[in-house]
């Protein structure tokens, strides 16, 4: 009886649609081998759930038929254009927000579009994903991760020598940083969780830049390191397939993830003990 009486509430049948939208759009994405994008992607779907399940109480459900019109045909359209199997970036990186914009629309219209404005800056900002990708690849980021891993190297007191994009250490070993090693992925991925960051916790205008700048060090450093450890490991291939290409490569985004983390929580989150006043 009481799942009888549950199916009957609009915020049941808008969940509902809310989970189909994720999971097409997750679906889509994981089509298309990008590891990146689709823990991005997963990324920022949980956290505009979160955002909805704290203020789920507080929602008003009130659309008009116009609204609803609307968002229907939002919806449909996105529906009838996933249906043809897209493996265009823009439109994937689109997706979720066309889909919580034509819900929104349905829930609670136009007038109460603004309850979701954080969830739609959200995939508004992922929208931009490709064009983010785009410019970052447009940027000499190979030739600035070469002499960044050349320095580091030769701060370990390794015999190394860059030319360009390649850099040469003793033995013959050589290797070279091409576009994929540039750091491009992981500094967009941390621009991301910085900006999830920025909508989770509000801080204060100093403290967000401090927050996207350093999101966006952690990115270019860690995977700086990376290359600096395939340079090493060059002649042994299954070593450094492992770092280049295989499970090595996403324990990279994990600790540039971790290191963020750990800065976010000692630099805008930990509340300092206080001190106890001496005869108080």
């Known amino acids: 009886m ?10 049941f049948w808008l969940l509902g649609i809310a989970v189909a939208i994720a999971a097409i759009h997750l679906t889509l994405v994981d089509r298309i081998y990008k590891e990146d994008l689709f823990a991005t992607s997963a990324l920022f779907w949980i956290a505009a759930g979160t955002l909805l399940w704290e203020k789920r109480e507080n929602l008003k459900f009130h659309s008009t038929l116009p609204a609803t019109i609307a968002g229907a045909t939002l919806l449909g359209l996105m529906l009838l254009r996933s249906s043809a199997l897209p493996t265009s970036n823009f439109f994937l990186c689109a997706l979720p927000f066309i889909g919580l914009l034509g819900l ?4 609670s219209g136009f007038s109460g579009l603004r309850q979701y404005w954080r969830e739609l800056a959200i995939f508004g900002f992922m929208a931009f994903y490709p064009l983010a990708e785009r410019i970052l690849r ?24 860059r030319d360009g994009v390649f850099l040469h250490l003793s033995g013959g070993r050589s290797v070279e940083v091409y576009e994929a090693c540039s750091g491009a992925q992981s500094i967009l991925q941390m621009l991301c969780v910085s900006v999830l960051f920025l909508f989770m916790f509000p801080l204060r205008p100093i403290q967000r830049v401090i927050c996207i700048v350093v999101a966006v060090a952690i990115g270019f450093f ?23 290409t295989g499970q090595g490569s996403l324990l990279f985004s994990v600790i540039a993830v971790a290191i963020f983390g750990a800065f976010c929580w000692f ?7 206080q001190t106890p006043i001496k005869g108080a």
């Open 2 to 11: 009481e799942l009888t009486s549950r199916l009957k509430e609009p915020k």
């Open 138 to 161: 447009g940027l000499p980021l190979p030739i600035i991760t070469a002499k960044a891993s050349n320095v580091m190297l030769w701060y370990t007191g390794t015999d190394t020598r």
């Open 267 to 273: 630099a805008f989150l930990r509340t300092p003990k």
């Open 222 to 244: 860690v995977n700086a390191i990376r290359v600096c450890i395939m340079a090493l490991l060059v002649n042994q291939k299954a070593l450094f397939e492992f770092w280049h």
């Open 104 to 107: 929104a629309f349905i829930a």
